[in-house]
């Protein structure tokens, strides 16, 4: 029989690791599909998804920069996606049409929480970011109960912003960096991309407590800018997003084949790749 349709959307893709990861999981779990990278004109994301369902795709990972684009395109959405005005996992249904779900805000809880143990429930948390991102994980990361939320971006009405549309979930402030100052937190997250560009957010002097935790989303094959911050900053423990990456993956996973993939062996072959890379 034919095998499964599968995609991840994207510009550009080329780097990917989603198929090598949605490859790993379906061996695993002995799923009969196939997924594949598949770049998209800039101008071209509605036909194409078009495309993909009425040819049979069951479903579509969404990166880059079509997460919005995405969102208008679900029939439907879960409460997640929605807030985060987002979308990044497409779904054939039953009934002909598309769900919408965003599984990154859970992805990185998830590897927080369950892959690296740390706890979240009444922790005084910075989210450094506003960008998609950063909106993507405040669901989640809130309904984990955190003691107090603050977001700082270099753009300070964006995290305006953000604070505003997630107040009823939690305790939340948002501002420049400069808000920062002064406080003591238990985790750090760096939602921002400065790292891509080998920089760090413009972080005032702010205490780390101990046994704090601090988080990139940024991956690579060493440790980003902001990981050797934390380090000299003596944070308790330092992780960067390559578990949440495959962790955004097990969920969409889960939503398309009802089986949930063992995650810590994918995320050590990843980082035997990146290594390698
Ligand atoms: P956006 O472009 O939506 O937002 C970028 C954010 O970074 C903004 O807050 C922007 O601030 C800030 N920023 C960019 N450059 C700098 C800089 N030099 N100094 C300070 N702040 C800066 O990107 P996303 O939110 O979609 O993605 C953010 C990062 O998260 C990316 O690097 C991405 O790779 C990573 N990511 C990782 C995932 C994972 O699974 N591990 C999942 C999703 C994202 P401003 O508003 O002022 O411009």
Same mark, same amino acid.
């Given at each position: 029989t034919e095998k499964d349709k599968y995609a991840v959307f994207g510009n550009?893709?080329?780097?990917?690791k989603s198929p090598a990861i949605h490859a790993a999981f379906a061996e695993q779990c002995g799923q009969h599909m196939q997924y594949r990278a598949v770049r998209v004109e800039l101008d071209g994301f509605q036909r194409a998804a078009e495309r993909f369902f009425a040819s049979g795709g069951r479903g579509l990972n969404v990166t880059l920069p079509f997460k919005q684009e995405a969102f208008a395109f679900a029939d439907t959405l879960t409460d997640r996606a929605r807030r985060a005005s987002a979308v990044n996992t497409l779904s054939a249904c039953e009934d002909g049409g598309i769900a919408g779900d965003n599984t990154d805000g859970i992805g990185l809880v998830r590897d927080m929480? *369950?892959? =690296?143990?740390?706890?979240?429930? #009444?922790r005084r948390i910075a989210l450094l970011g506003a960008g998609g991102a950063a909106r993507g994980v405040l669901e989640p990361l809130l309904r984990e109960h955190p003691a107090v939320l603050m977001i700082a971006n270099r753009t300070a009405a964006r995290a305006h912003e953000l604070a505003d549309a997630f107040a009823d979930l939690g305790d939340i402030v948002g501002g #420049?960096?400069?808000? =920062? *100052? #002064?406080h003591e937190f238990d985790l750090v997250i760096n939602a921002t991309s400065a790292g891509l560009y080998g920089e760090l957010p413009a972080l005032p002097e702010m205490g780390l407590a101990e046994r704090s935790c601090c988080y990139d989303m940024v991956y690579g094959n060493e440790p980003t800018v902001f990981m050797r911050w934390a380090a000299q900053n003596t944070a308790w423990a330092v992780a960067d997003g390559l578990g949440m990456l495959v962790e955004q993956a097990a969920e969409s996973f889960y939503r398309w084949r009802q089986v949930r993939p063992a995650t810590q062996p994918v995320i050590n072959q990843m980082r035997q790749l990146l290594a390698a890379a």
């Open positions: 550009p893709i080329k780097h990917s929480v *369950a892959n =690296l143990g740390w706890q979240l429930q #009444g #420049g960096y400069e808000v =920062l *100052a #002064g």
